[in-house]
């Protein structure tokens, strides 16, 4: 069965990041899949989380800078990245912000990032 959405529901961050999410929990319902259009403004960062779902990112615009155990790694547009369940990571922007494209497996959820406090 065809399904259309007709828009993103806007998920608000913490320090101006945006989230439109297309397809996932809370805009479609998609407990398997979900992907979202990020914006986040310069000097962005989150804390460190231990996601329990795959992430697989490609950036538009700008530089997302992902920190884990062996470093750091700047992903440029038109490059992509890929973080896997259970390994520790944290995500940050250059000082042009960026813009990207995110789709996790299973869908995101708040319950399963595993943020540090």
Same mark, same amino acid.
């Given at each position: 069965? +065809?399904?259309? !959405?007709?828009?993103?529901?806007? !998920? ?7 989230? @439109? ?6 805009? $479609?319902?998609? *407990?398997?899949? $979900? ?9 962005? *960062? ?12 490609? +950036?538009?615009?700008?530089?997302? +800078?992902?920190?884990?155990? *062996? ?8 490059? $992509? ?7 520790? !990571?944290?995500? =940050? ?15 995101? $959820?708040? @319950?399963?990032?595993? =943020?540090? *406090?």
């Amino acid at each position: 069965m +065809v399904r259309k !959405i007709e828009g993103a529901t806007r !998920i608000p961050v913490p320090g101006g990041k945006v989230i @439109d999410e297309h397809i996932g929990r809370v805009n $479609s319902g998609d *407990e398997a899949v $979900s992907i979202a259009h990020m914006t986040a403004p310069p000097g962005w *960062e989150e804390p460190a989380q231990t996601p329990e779902f795959a992430e697989y990112t490609v +950036v538009l615009r700008g530089t997302v +800078v992902i920190d884990h155990a *062996e470093g750091a790694t700047e992903v440029t547009a038109g490059q $992509s990245f890929v973080t896997e369940p259970g390994e520790k !990571i944290r995500y =940050r922007v250059g000082p042009e912000g960026a813009e990207y494209v995110a789709v996790c497996l299973p869908a995101f $959820s708040p @319950d399963t990032v595993n =943020r540090d *406090e």
